[in-house]
């Protein structure tokens, strides 16, 4: 199965085939291009489509990415930022195969050329020696005739009596004349035929073949290229497969990580403030009151849209967070404790760090004899010993920091909702301790919205007559009962006794007290966790 033997006679359509073939591997070379520069501008714009979505500083200034859905999104736009990367990678592995097939296109153009420039000339050196064999060929037919027709006239004129001998002979030299030149053209026609024989055959039995076989090997080269190019162009994208993959599971591990429950958790987490909803609101009833008491009933009831809170103070005079709602307040609290104990805790691996390099170098100083200080990877001993110094008024301060805020912690107290203290199961009242509950609220009232200018006259009026028990009385919030005794030493705090029947007067609003009135008419705060609600 050859070229040579089964499309001898087909040069013209071997040259258009070929031809195609060349113009097929620049269509690949093109696709290439195109590809590369797909893929170049897909992973700039995958990445950049990823850069608008995610920033350094998003993680860090807004509390929303602390969820989970949040979280995992941020995840799985990395993992699309690293498929991009596999498209660079693509982009410039294949452009290594550009430059390969532009030099292979470039080898067969020249190779066709030279095989096609062959047989040309093959075949017009056949159809130059067929020309030669038909001129041969056509002088001896020409003077074939003319010998002929001189043959028969000099015997026409042999047998004609009335021709004379001279005409005769004349006849008779014409004749053999032209025999000879006959002879002589014959012998080269017989020459330029052997010629063109031996030529065609030799032509169309070795040496077009041997062309056209060379033509076959060179197609057959190209279709290999263009099957071993397209084999590469393969490996390329299966070796990026198992990364992509790597990154699909990634987007898949992150989409399993979405908890709602644990979102649903945190957002309760993060805006928790602690407070009880306000209580209903008093019937007040008009024309069966005295003037004073209807003026203090009504103070009374623009009172009860407003909230106990702690100073609202600017975040950068306020290390105790006392802004924030009590939760809140105390979540941020803990959090600085526990930056605390991590400083700690290098400071204290520092610590024995410097005192292991101290013993070292004063042994050192011991073996030699000498009391002139050491040095000890490049720090002296008194350096050692003031880095030493520093390291310990840095414990001590950072435990002292602790310490303020662990006390300040427990001075908060709890909400009722937030605390589930054991005390609560195994509470005796010799187990109380009061001087580990926070301090009453001052009676300060802070307004859940602005106040005007017009209104301030009002809360200053209230504020002088809240502990009047007129008004203390319709302002009731239900009974409850004393769990255990209260001292009640502090100031705006109410002493109570263990199963003491008590009227509620103000829930507690998540500093830990609530106030109350008693059977006797007093008044004051004590510790929520001391009373049960009837």
């Known amino acids: 199965m050859n ?67 949040a979280t995992a999104f941020i995840t799985y736009i990395k993992e699309i930022s690293d498929v991009a990367g596999q498209h660079d990678q693509i982009a410039e592995e294949l452009s290594k195969y550009e430059k ?10 020249t190779e066709r050329k030279r095989l096609f420039n062959r047989a040309l000339k093959e075949q017009a050196d056949l159809r130059n020696q067929i020309a030669k064999h038909d001129k041969a060929r056509k002088l001896y037919e020409k003077s074939a005739k003319e010998e002929e027709k001189a043959r028969e006239r000099y015997i ?30 014959k012998t080269d026609y017989a020459a330029e035929l052997k010629k063109t024989n031996d030529m065609q055959r030799t032509h169309y039995s070795i040496v077009m073949p041997d062309i ?87 103070k009374l009831k623009a009172a009860s849209f407003i909230r106990y809170r702690p100073h609202q103070n600017d975040k950068k005079d306020d290390p105790f967070f006392t802004n924030l709602p009590p939760l809140q307040q105390k979540k941020k609290i803990n959090e600085k404790i526990v930056n605390f104990q991590k400083t700690l ?93 926070p301090p009453p609220p001052k009676e300060e009232i802070t307004p859940t919205h602005s106040i005007s200018n017009n209104d301030s006259d009002m809360f200053e009026e209230f504020e002088e007559d809240y502990s009047d028990s007129n008004h203390i009385e319709d302002c009731s919030l239900g009974r409850a009962t004393a769990k255990y005794a209260f001292e009640g030493q502090n100031e705006g705090s ?25 059977d006797s008419g007093e008044d004051g705060f004590v510790p929520t966790l001391y009373i049960e609600y009837d």
Request: hydrophobic share 30%; aromatic share 8%.
């Open 3 to 69: 070229f040579g033997v089964h499309l001898w006679d087909q040069y013209e359509n071997l040259s258009q085939y070929t031809d195609k073939g060349i113009i097929f591997l620049e269509d690949i070379i093109k696709f290439l291009r195109g590809r590369i520069k797909i893929e170049i501008e897909y992973a700039k714009e995958l990445k950049k489509l990823v850069k608008s979505h995610i920033s350094t500083n998003k993680k860090k200034e807004d509390s929303y990415y602390t969820f989970t859905h």
């Open 100 to 109: 390969d097939m532009n030099n292979s296109i470039n080898t067969y153009k």
């Open 156 to 185: 026409e004129m042999e047998n004609d009596d009335l021709k004379t001998k001279a005409e005769v002979y004349n006849a008779k030299g014409i004749a053999t004349s032209k025999q000879q030149i006959c002879e002589s053209y």
């Open 212 to 298: 056209y076989n060379h033509i076959q090997n060179m197609e057959e080269g190209r279709i290999e290229e263009v099957k071993n190019r397209l084999i590469s162009f393969m490996e390329v994208e299966k070796k990026v497969v198992p990364i992509l993959q790597r990154c699909i599971d990634g987007m898949e591990a992150c989409c399993k990580t979405i908890n709602a429950e644990k979102d649903i958790q945190t957002v309760i987490d993060l805006y928790r403030s602690g407070y009880t909803p306000n209580g209903d609101i008093e019937f007040v009833e008009y024309g069966t009151s005295t003037p004073n008491t209807t003026k203090k009933k009504n």
């Open 345 to 437: 805790l290098k400071l204290n691996q520092e610590r024995s760090g410097l005192e292991k390099m101290l013993e070292v170098a004063e042994k050192g100083v011991g073996v030699e004899g000498s009391s002139t200080p050491k040095s000890h990877m490049g720090l002296s001993q008194d350096r050692m010993n003031e880095e030493l110094d520093k390291n310990r008024q840095n414990i001590e301060n950072i435990q002292s920091e602790i310490e303020k805020y662990e006390n300040f912690l427990r001075n908060i107290g709890h909400s009722k909702e937030e605390t589930k203290s054991p005390n609560l199961n195994n509470h005796t009242p010799s187990s109380v301790k009061t001087t580990s509950l």
């Open 494 to 518: 109410l002493a109570i006794r263990d199963g003491e029947k008590l009227q509620i007067i103000e829930a507690d609003t998540g500093d830990g007290w609530t106030r109350v009135k008693n």
